[in-house]
């Protein structure tokens, strides 16, 4: 046996043991009669002491040790001179008796600190020290907690785990798909899976009741900063239930993770629909941990001689709550961030609402006094408060305003990572217009339902029949989202027509799935959680790159095991393909 | 709200209650006055009644219904005046007051019923509607259940859950690995994982001490009788542990499995040696819920005028308990079988020992009475007993044995599906001698760390190294292996060396596992066990097939959704490949 205890869990309680510890040398100072070693493993760190009196075979182990060198020791347990409280273990210490170099270390490429000086890039070929971090690790601890604590969850409410395929087939719908050559069907491809969709719905139909995975999914998009080609979703589907069914279960999976994690009591989470979530916060994944809303001041603005909102489609404000006193310097950055190419803003205007009760805007010659009160009160500014407001084509003055009002949320310190404000986003269109292309697209995927009171217009009125989806955002991030499926087969005809599949198409891309739903499809619905964004959110981590083992950069490359490489002219050949 | 309650809950404690149920139509009896349906759903079957009285509306609906129909419908719990103890609500039936069609249903190609009418390939192309069969579904059912306990099972155990990446790379030793082209890498490719091998190791690097995944994998190789090119694995790791800490935690687990599955207590397992396998079973994986060890008689037969004896390497014996009153038919069958080209034996040879004490053989001619009872005497036969006799080569003549022995347990009913006896199988050889190539290779994979007994042999005699590897064997059927793997770059070179690698080679492939293990690799080991098998083996079927919800054929095809397919000539342009 290695060990008989980890770094972590030596106490008071055991001092006068004799103890084997195994683990890493995170550091050695030798003050000269006593030496100190910090031992270091998964568990925890336990303080080694070599006193002056320690035998001449451990002096000399230690001074051939270095960091990272894997050691084993033998020794007893005391209680320590001076204590440690910032670590469980540091009551005690273990007086060394036998000591071996289990294994040596080079000098590590970086410090294995919380704060290591090792950059990006040298950290991430070197990926198994850098997840010898504490920093690091814990988020992987975190992650194998909330899996395992959704898993329960799920299970204790009757979901069958199900494992789907990997190797399917490849459609042209929605992203690029990673495809593999068959050797044994050869000119053939296998696709690897954007998500389990058509297959959760398949279990629906083999009346499986309740389903869920964790499960990796691909897509081969060109990675933006946070984005994997393999991620990994919770992924669920119910049978017999409407939308208040699935809401109710996946809200309490989220309030338990909340409680369980974090401590914390979710309240009942509110909803807000597609359109206001667009009208007010300008995107479709509002951030409600603060205020700020959007005022639109459209006809409150123009009729008079400013020609740049008379001409708008839109003007739109927010009011940020004591900036009134920001100086030219900060104006002018708040301006220059909107006019930033990502936002592409022409301008910005402001309207300063003094603690005195005066009033400075940036359009002052154009309007009067009581013209810029009554914008204030509408906005229910309040003295010290600052209004800024766009304009321009109402679909690109929201997400500009969007970005302003989280720009003003960052600078207020309004947006805290330890604060949670999830909610639901509900009642999203159906159908997106593409200019390109000249044709609908499903804003979620072609087996989404309409919501029930908009069915009849989908052939009068597609644009503005909405889904029957929704989406659980928490702090401006969208964590999951799903629907309540078609299973009636003429209404999926319906859909395909909207999105101008001829019968033949329609047949040909999902003819497997429209011919399972002739044998007695039940009602159903899901949603997917994007585990990997999810864990993030709970390490209060800013990137998911953190939350997965072995990450890829953004060109999609294992800079580690240096994948993707070239593979050999035998398995060319065995595959029938050759490059172009 | 669909429904109050499923259709497997209901009981006479809820008789009078209002219900409203959904499912699936089994059946539909009418018996003139009374209308009897079986509704289904994954909980069970609950029977409804529509009596004479019933409305218009009711009848209507139940004449439109057919098998496989989709239906809410709202009633009263009644007692029944026949009960039915074969199903838990069997003493309830529901007194039908609405019936809704929620979705109709074409005649399904097979009948949902545990004995269906449906060949193999039709329930394939339809697995939607065979995975509503419960024969089949109990089956992911109970492979749920076994995820759900080996995860918690590992976690108490304090193994991290780890996901690995599925996108790697490719490596020329072991088998032949699925290739994904990269569409940002143009010419490069990622390969799917044969297992997570290099990953688990490397998080041991990591310092994560207990690693253990339920993962995918994947191998591109001609599909025998029962495998799958995408297949799971139990997948685990753990440092600081000798051979001893690893079978501790993974018989503990399986006991745990045994108890809570199938409610078997099981003893300590036995272990034998891979020598000892191959000697008295003639494989590596033995069955021993029966005896009929071989017994080598080949000193004891030879020196005789029997030629074929005198020349064969190997002569060896099973003892078919009261087997002696087999006919001359029985006998020619078992010389047919062991004469089949699958196993290759030139002729069998037999001794009756029968009841009355007298002895009778095939080759009387050649040996006395007295010989024949010493052989019986060496196989422990009794009166009543049949020694079966094979020669030949040794190597051949093992397997061929191992044949007839299994043979003889299926014969003699010793082979019970509900009997279990696991073992360990231990000591294999490190490496195996390749005659093709004129190299070894390694039995496991080359991190399997040698025997440390046999350790000083590795240059001398590599053939006869023992590897620190063992196996899980139940009743015939490997369901797990692992091994100490090499912690220490000089032994790791060693094993290059063995294995035929010249430095250059061992670092192009191993590289960065080996560059991993100079900055402190702790000593550890690990197991995988296949998760389809295992389950196959708890659910006495006798293919893994059952197990996954959506299987491939023996071409590696999923004959459901049609894939693998052609893919569009956009794809092949953006990957930069095309067909040879």
Redesign the interface.
């Known amino acids: 046996?290695?060990?008989t205890h980890?770094c972590g869990e030596l106490r008071l309680e055991n001092v006068n043991e004799s103890v084997t510890l195994?683990g890493?040398v995170q550091k050695i100072r030798n003050l000269g009669a006593m030496t100190f070693i910090d031992l270091?493993?998964?568990?925890g760190i336990t303080q080694l002491v070599a006193e002056e009196s320690a035998s001449e075979e451990i002096k000399q182990q230690i001074a051939r040790s270095g960091r990272?060198?894997?050691i084993?020791i033998r020794g007893k347990v005391v209680e320590r001179a001076s204590k440690n409280s910032k670590i469980p273990t540091g009551d005690i210490e273990i007086l060394l008796e036998e000591f071996h170099i289990?294994?040596?270390?080079?000098i590590?490429p970086f410090t294995i600190e919380d704060h290591t000086d090792g950059g990006d890039e040298i950290r991430m070929k070197?990926?198994?020290?850098d997840?010898?971090r504490q920093a690091v690790?814990k988020n992987?601890?975190l992650?194998?907690r909330m899996?395992?604590l959704v898993?329960?969850y799920l299970?204790e409410k009757q979901f069958?785990?199900?494992?789907?395929?990997?190797?399917?087939?490849?459609t042209?719908e929605g992203a690029?798909?990673?495809?593999?050559?068959?050797?044994?069907?050869?000119?053939?491809?296998?696709?690897?899976p954007q998500s389990p969709q058509?297959?959760k719905q398949?279990?629906m139909?083999?009346?499986?009741?309740r389903y869920y995975q964790i499960v990796?999914c691909?897509r081969?998009e060109?990675?933006r900063a946070d984005r994997q080609?393999?991620f990994?979703q919770i992924d669920c589907e119910m049978?017999?239930?409407?939308r208040?069914?699935v809401l109710g279960i996946f809200e309490g999976m989220i309030r338990h993770l909340f409680k369980e994690i974090r401590g914390i009591d979710l309240p009942v989470l509110p909803r807000m629909t597609w359109h206001d979530a667009m009208e007010y916060y300008g995107c479709d994944k509002p951030d409600i941990r603060f205020d700020m809303q959007f005022v639109d001041l459209t006809h409150q603005v123009q009729g008079k001689d400013f020609t740049v909102f008379n001409t708008a489609e839109y003007v739109g404000a927010i009011c940020a709550p004591g900036c009134a006193s920001y100086t030219r310097k900060q104006l002018d950055e708040l301006t220059e961030f909107v006019k930033r190419p990502q936002i592409g803003a022409k301008g910005l205007v402001y309207v300063k609402y003094n603690e005195d009760g005066s009033i400075k805007s940036s359009v002052d010659k154009f309007y009067t006094e009581a013209d810029l009160k009554e914008w204030l009160a509408t906005c229910k500014a309040q003295p010290g408060d600052l209004l800024l407001l766009l304009c321009g084509p109402k679909n690109k003055t929201l997400p500009q305003l969007c970005e302003l009002r989280l720009e003003m949320g960052d600078r207020l310190g309004l947006r805290n990572k330890d604060v949670f404000k999830p909610l639901w986003v509900v009642d999203f269109p159906l159908l997106e217009w593409d200019e390109e292309t000249q044709r609908f697209y499903a804003m979620h995927h072609p087996f989404t339902s309409p919501h029930p009171q908009d069915i009849d217009m989908m052939e009068s009125n597609p644009g503005a029949v909405r889904a029957n989806a929704y989406d659980m955002v928490i702090n401006g991030v969208e964590v999951g989202g799903g629907s309540i499926r078609i299973?009636?087969s003429s209404l999926q005809q319906r859909m395909f027509k909207c999105l101008g599949f001829t019968p033949e198409q329609a047949e040909k891309q999902f003819g497997?799935l429209m011919n399972?739903?002739?044998?007695?499809?039940?009602?159903h619905g899901g949603i997917a959680f994007g585990f990997d964004r999810l864990v993030s959110m709970f390490a209060g981590l800013d990137s998911i790159r953190d939350t997965?083992?072995?990450p890829?950069n953004n060109?999609?490359?294992?800079v580690?095991?240096?994948?993707?490489?070239?593979?050999?002219t035998d398995?060319?050949?065995?595959?029938?393909?050759?490059?172009?």
């Open positions: 046996m290695y060990r980890t195994c890493w270091r493993d998964r568990y990272e060198f894997v084993q289990l294994n040596p270390s080079d590590p070197y990926r198994y020290l997840l010898r690790r992987l601890e992650r194998h899996a395992h898993r329960n299970d069958m785990e199900v494992e789907t395929p990997v190797l399917i087939k490849s042209p690029r798909d990673f495809v593999v050559p068959s050797r044994m069907n050869q000119g053939q491809f296998y696709a690897l058509t297959f398949l279990l139909v083999a009346g499986f009741d990796k691909f081969d060109d990675l080609p393999e990994t049978s017999f239930v409407e208040e069914d299973h009636d497997f399972a739903f002739k044998y007695g499809a039940p009602p997965i083992a072995f890829k060109s999609g490359r294992d580690m095991i240096d994948s993707p490489s070239e593979i050999s398995q060319f050949k065995e595959l029938g393909i050759k490059l172009m």
